[in-house]
């Protein structure tokens, strides 16, 4: 396959390199690990996890890039490339990029409105607004949290389930505008643009990490959380669920199967070192996650410690007022002390305290795991509202996720970008720059659908069934194609051709043995849990109740997740068909004309 000299190209390696890291580092690292540390069991989690990264994560990241490298072009065209019946497999990765798009610059969004809210004297989340009336508390806000509820009430102005719909959130929808806006002008002139772009979206988010680990590990009881964070349970990794979910994160944070690493590798020169680059993007990516999470752990520890000594002053208090006690007998160290003594003198008078007497434990406090935007957008905001000079730290930490979210979302968009360029019907009618806004446009006016009440509830929908059954099984057809259908002594001969060397027999057992296997284990694994799991659930807010309730999705909810489930993998099957067809459609169209000559 000849080399397109007209193709765009990287100014350098370190754009591109900037531009994996940039994509690949995203708020999965930030949300998603440390919460899957805090389930797997701590330290322990570490050992799958790095035992995936080089099982799976690095022989397909390498593929990838090898692939985008030598075609020069994006998905569809470069699977088309290796056989005209695989173009399916470049448009699932379009789709699924396509819906990725769509919800991911919502979190944008909430960052940008979160962002706005920080230049306030007393940030917005730290304490209750006072209800209509004046006489206190809004209600709402008492049953939950301050945090929860400037989540739920003011950022998403949540309804009480997916059934209930509301208008678009004004603030919301101006806040995606801006996000999309942004992403444009990132993407504007093509890889030229967004060349230069990745040198701070990749590098500025681990300036505020340094910052933020300095803050971190010097805030109050952060030591409860680091030294849980690093303290393993072995027991956890005799569970298969562990394992399933260490080969999981490495599969999702490394982008895999978007088909945006093969995008990104086709602006390469054709004798770049990917074989390099594979290595060190993976590396650095698992790095960040680590260090992330000893960040997020210090928070943890932080805040948990503070609700801990909150919980033991409420019943110190307790314990004063109704045993007349003098202000310094008992003080936090030895309040567990005076709970026994006395319980001992005084048995009837202290069991008339009943529910008033709360048990503070601050293991419990540490055991509670938070995922997602949970984590992101309550946890994190709950700690910095105790921290002092707060607003300062909640300005760094949105800047954050926002570089961490838009670096991402460059990958996404380009994603789905560049194979459409490649189409000469589309680069035929129009330039790159009314292409990039139309696509920013369509998936704009989409999005708006997750700014209304009912929003975040197929947010989440999304986010769960959006990518992880297609990507698993776009990934599957992906290596299997390149190993036994392409031919491993071709890829060796490609990457001869592109690094003058072959290929070592580390990528040829990954490649053509272990990966497959793992990923077929995958799979499996995916349907049998889908299968077993029973009717799909979400968590809806209940303001009555000031918590989310775990409610099971309604008949046509259900039926939207089986087309979300099936229609990128659809793309695949339904591609190759019709290329047949119209191979054979193309031949009995010969046939035809030979015979009516030969008649003539």
Same mark, same amino acid.
């Given at each position: 396959?000849?080399?397109?000299?007209?193709?765009?190209?990287?100014?350098?390696?370190?754009?591109?390199?900037?531009?994996?890291?940039?994509?690949?580092?995203?708020?999965?690292?930030?949300?998603?690990?440390?919460?899957?540390?805090?389930?797997?069991?701590?330290?322990?989690?570490?050992?799958?996890?790095?035992?995936?990264?080089?099982?799976?994560?690095?022989? !397909?990241?390498?593929?990838?890039?090898?692939?985008?490298?030598?075609?020069?072009?994006?998905?569809?065209?470069?699977?088309?490339?290796?056989?005209?019946? !695989?173009?399916?497999?470049?448009?699932?990765?379009?789709?699924?990029?396509?819906?990725?798009?769509?919800?991911?610059?919502?979190?944008?969004?909430?960052?940008?409105?979160? !962002?706005?809210?920080?230049?306030?004297?007393?940030?917005?989340?730290?304490?209750?607004?006072?209800?209509?009336?004046?006489?206190?508390?809004?209600?709402?806000?008492?049953?939950?949290?301050?945090?929860?509820?400037?989540?739920?009430?003011?950022?998403?102005?949540?309804?009480?389930?997916?059934?209930?719909?509301?208008?678009?959130?004004?603030?919301?929808?101006?806040?995606?505008? !801006?996000?999309?806006?942004?992403?444009?002008?990132?993407?504007?002139?093509?890889?030229?643009?967004?060349?230069?772009?990745?040198?701070?979206?990749?590098?500025?988010?681990?300036?505020?990490?340094?910052?933020?680990?300095?803050?971190?590990?010097?805030?109050?009881?952060?030591?409860?959380?680091?030294?849980?964070?690093?303290?393993?349970?072995?027991?956890?990794?005799?569970?298969?669920?562990?394992?399933?979910?260490?080969?999981?994160?490495?599969?999702?944070?490394?982008?895999?199967?978007?088909?945006?690493?093969?995008?990104?590798?086709?602006?390469?020169?054709?004798?770049?070192?990917?074989?390099?680059?594979?290595?060190?993007?993976?590396?650095?990516?698992?790095?960040?996650?680590?260090?992330?999470?000893?960040?997020?752990?210090?928070?943890?520890?932080?805040?948990?410690?503070?609700?801990?000594?909150?919980?033991?002053?409420?019943?110190?208090?307790?314990?004063?007022?109704?045993?007349?006690?003098?202000?310094?007998?008992?003080?936090?160290?030895?309040?567990?002390?005076?709970?026994?003594?006395?319980?001992?003198?005084?048995?009837?008078?202290?069991?008339?305290?009943?529910?008033?007497?709360?048990?503070?434990?601050?293991?419990?406090?540490?055991?509670?795991?938070?995922?997602?935007?949970?984590?992101?957008?309550?946890?994190?905001?709950?700690?910095?509202?105790?921290?002092?000079?707060?607003?300062?730290?909640?300005?760094?930490?949105?800047?954050?996720?926002?570089?961490?979210?838009?670096?991402?979302?460059?990958?996404?968009?380009?994603?789905?970008?560049?194979?459409?360029?490649?189409?000469?019907?589309?680069?035929?009618?129009?330039?790159?720059?009314?292409?990039?806004?139309?696509?920013?446009?369509?998936?704009?006016?989409?999005?708006?659908?997750?700014?209304?009440?009912?929003?975040?509830?197929?947010?989440?929908?999304?986010?769960?069934?959006?990518?992880?059954?297609?990507?698993?099984?776009?990934?599957?057809?992906?290596?299997?194609?390149?190993?036994?259908?392409?031919?491993?002594?071709?890829?060796?001969?490609?990457?001869?051709?592109?690094?003058?060397?072959?290929?070592?027999?580390?990528?040829?057992?990954?490649?053509?043995?272990?990966?497959?296997?793992?990923?077929?284990?995958?799979?499996?694994?995916?349907?049998?849990?889908?299968?077993?799991?029973?009717?799909?659930?979400?968590?809806?807010?209940?303001?009555?109740?000031?918590?989310?309730?775990?409610?099971?999705?309604?008949?046509?909810?259900?039926?939207?997740?089986?087309?979300?489930?099936?229609?990128?993998?659809?793309?695949?099957?339904?591609?190759?068909?019709?290329?047949?067809?119209?191979?054979?459609?193309?031949?009995?169209?010969?046939?035809?004309?030979?015979?009516?000559?030969?008649?003539?």
């Amino acid at each position: 396959m000849g080399k397109d000299a007209a193709r765009a190209e990287w100014d350098n390696p370190m754009q591109f390199v900037l531009a994996c890291v940039s994509y690949a580092v995203g708020l999965g690292n930030v949300w998603r690990f440390p919460y899957l540390c805090q389930m797997h069991g701590g330290g322990g989690f570490l050992i799958p996890y790095m035992l995936m990264l080089v099982l799976l994560g690095v022989p !397909l990241f390498y593929m990838e890039l090898a692939i985008g490298q030598k075609m020069r072009l994006g998905s569809i065209g470069a699977w088309r490339a290796i056989s005209p019946y !695989l173009g399916g497999v470049g448009l699932a990765s379009v789709v699924t990029s396509m819906y990725l798009c769509l919800y991911y610059n919502v979190i944008n969004a909430w960052s940008f409105w979160y !962002l706005f809210h920080s230049f306030q004297s007393v940030l917005p989340w730290a304490k209750c607004p006072v209800n209509s009336n004046k006489t206190g508390p809004v209600e709402e806000c008492e049953r939950a949290t301050p945090t929860q509820y400037f989540f739920y009430r003011e950022t998403l102005d949540i309804s009480g389930s997916i059934e209930e719909n509301g208008g678009i959130h004004m603030g919301q929808a101006l806040c995606l505008l !801006l996000a999309w806006i942004i992403v444009y002008l990132f993407i504007v002139k093509g890889v030229k643009s967004t060349g230069k772009v990745v040198y701070f979206t990749a590098t500025f988010p681990y300036l505020v990490l340094i910052i933020y680990l300095i803050r971190g590990v010097t805030l109050h009881g952060a030591i409860n959380g680091v030294k849980y964070m690093f303290t393993p349970k072995m027991e956890q990794l005799a569970k298969p669920t562990t394992w399933i979910n260490a080969a999981t994160q490495i599969f999702f944070s490394l982008g895999l199967g978007f088909g945006s690493l093969i995008a990104f590798a086709s602006y390469n020169q054709y004798n770049n070192n990917f074989e390099k680059q594979a290595i060190v993007v993976s590396m650095v990516n698992s790095s960040t996650s680590i260090f992330a999470s000893i960040v997020t752990f210090s928070i943890y520890g932080f805040k948990a410690t503070f609700n801990y000594e909150s919980c033991l002053e409420r019943v110190r208090l307790l314990l004063l007022n109704t045993f007349d006690l003098a202000e310094d007998t008992i003080s936090l160290e030895n309040v567990n002390h005076w709970i026994a003594e006395l319980n001992r003198t005084h048995p009837e008078q202290f069991a008339s305290l009943g529910s008033r007497l709360e048990t503070c434990d601050l293991e419990a406090e540490l055991d509670t795991a938070v995922e997602g935007t949970g984590l992101a957008f309550i946890v994190y905001s709950e700690a910095i509202k105790n921290m002092p000079v707060s607003q300062l730290w909640s300005v760094l930490y949105f800047i954050m996720l926002l570089l961490l979210g838009m670096g991402s979302m460059l990958g996404n968009v380009i994603a789905v970008i560049t194979p459409l360029s490649d189409l000469k019907i589309i680069s035929h009618y129009m330039s790159t720059k009314t292409l990039n806004g139309l696509v920013c446009l369509f998936c704009l006016l989409l999005g708006l659908g997750f700014t209304t009440r009912s929003g975040n509830y197929w947010f989440t929908m999304f986010n769960d069934y959006g990518a992880t059954f297609s990507l698993l099984f776009i990934v599957l057809i992906e290596v299997i194609t390149v190993c036994y259908i392409y031919g491993i002594k071709r890829f060796e001969k490609d990457v001869e051709d592109m690094l003058g060397h072959r290929l070592n027999w580390y990528w040829k057992i990954m490649l053509a043995g272990v990966s497959p296997m793992l990923l077929i284990t995958l799979f499996i694994f995916y349907i049998v849990n889908y299968i077993q799991g029973g009717t799909p659930t979400y968590q809806a807010w209940n303001k009555e109740l000031g918590k989310s309730v775990v409610t099971e999705y309604p008949p046509y909810a259900q039926a939207f997740i089986g087309l979300l489930l099936a229609s990128s993998v659809c793309c695949i099957p339904l591609t190759a068909l019709y290329t047949y067809w119209k191979k054979r459609n193309l031949a009995s169209g010969k046939r035809e004309r030979t015979v009516s000559t030969v008649s003539a």
